[in-house]
């Protein structure tokens, strides 16, 4: 069955700190798409990245980066030089390509807060 | 080009009372997703509409939870008789044919059972 697993509930760090939440998870799909998305304390959910199971590439958007290891089935993202801006829930999501409907499964959060 | 609008941001009913959750995707997409984020928890999906058919409602409650998206006109989800147990956001999304480039969500509907 697919699942995705956050196991970090919350962390905190120091300004200017790297900080890296970890996300796995399970599917049989050989195709599938991996997403995260940012709630910050307003609420809403902000799209960040997507990447789909053929493309192992790491990527790097400023100070995100993100490491996908199909070996593992992790998908971590990393926030270099953490600013206070970037307190927030962060979601991973699986969404399988063979299922026809698109639906995501998500992991339950982690709660990264980002002290001054 | 507005983006996924969903009102009322927040909606507060009392328990037995009927909840109606709207959902306005954004412009060319035909494809809408509802979401339900009880508090603390992740969002777990709920249905999947196209214009005017169900697509997927593995995820919707058996009772009282209906959903819908007309040829025009919002996609509503509507709760009736309303329980503690629904207070939650609800999230709707939208997308165009591929949905696997990533789905843009509305700021969501916080609902609360009185």
């Known amino acids: 069955a697919q699942k995705v697993t956050q196991a970090q509930t919350e962390i905190s760090v120091v300004e200017k700190e790297d900080v890296t939440l970890d996300c796995v998870y399970e599917?049989?799909?050989?195709?599938?798409?991996l997403f995260w998305y940012k709630q910050p304390p307003s609420g809403e959910l902000v799209f960040l990245i997507r990447r789909n199971s053929f493309d192992e590439q790491n990527e790097i958007s400023g100070r995100y980066s993100w490491n996908f290891q199909k070996s593992t089935s992790s998908f971590n993202f990393t926030i270099t030089a953490s600013q206070v801006v970037d307190s927030a829930v962060y979601f991973c999501a699986l969404s399988e390509g063979d299922s026809g409907t698109y639906k995501y499964i998500f992991g339950t959060g982690t709660r990264l807060k980002v002290l001054a | 080009n507005a983006g996924v609008m969903q009102n009322p941001r927040h909606l507060v009913r009392r328990r037995g009372q009927e909840a109606r959750l709207r959902c306005s995707p954004m412009?060319?997409?035909?494809?809408v997703y509802w979401y339900r984020q009880l508090p603390e928890e992740g969002l777990k999906f709920m249905v999947y509409l196209q214009k005017e058919n169900i697509i997927d409602e593995s995820g919707m409650p058996k009772e009282r939870f209906s959903a819908e998206f007309p040829k025009e006109g919002p996609s509503i989800l509507r709760i009736q008789q309303v329980v503690r147990g629904d207070s939650a956001a609800y999230f709707c999304?939208?997308?165009?044919?591929?949905?696997?480039?990533?789905?843009?969500f509305g700021s969501g509907t916080r609902l609360t059972v009185v």
């Open positions: 412009k060319g997409h035909s494809h």
């Open positions: 599917t049989r799909d050989t195709t599938y798409y």
């Open positions: 999304a939208s997308s165009p044919m591929d949905s696997n480039y990533g789905y843009t």
